[in-house]
């Protein structure tokens, strides 16, 4: 892995990491509002990058050893991060509907 590389993936975990997204203004889920919840949650989503995560297209990296070192942990790291990130905006419905939501889908 070059330097170009690295600096690409610090690039990459540095905006995967950012916390201060404001989800406010992201129409809540409510149970019954699925259709305009999805519409601002996926618009959201896209504006920070996060949808190719969410629907697979980039997918966990696998490792890359080098002389029993991992190369690309921070690629993973930062795939970690993308991940939490977008489930955390997912999630961030109406609390009177997630532990239905939960239940439901434990259920499965």
Not at 70 to 85: H, P
Not at 88 to 99: D, F, H
């Amino acid at each position: 892995m070059g330097p170009d590389t690295n600096s690409k993936y610090n690039t990459l975990f540095e905006m995967a990491s950012s916390t201060s997204k404001d989800v406010s203004h992201i129409i809540k889920f409510y149970g019954t509002n699925f259709s305009s919840w999805k519409f601002g949650i996926w618009r959201f989503l896209e504006k920070f990058k996060l949808t190719s995560v969410v629907d697979g297209t980039e997918s966990f990296p696998a490792q890359t050893l080098q002389e029993g070192i991992v190369t690309n942990a921070t690629l993973i790291e930062a795939w970690q991060q993308k991940d939490v990130d977008a489930r955390t905006y997912i999630y961030s419905i109406n609390p009177s509907v997630l532990p239905r939501e939960i239940c439901q889908s434990m259920a499965r």
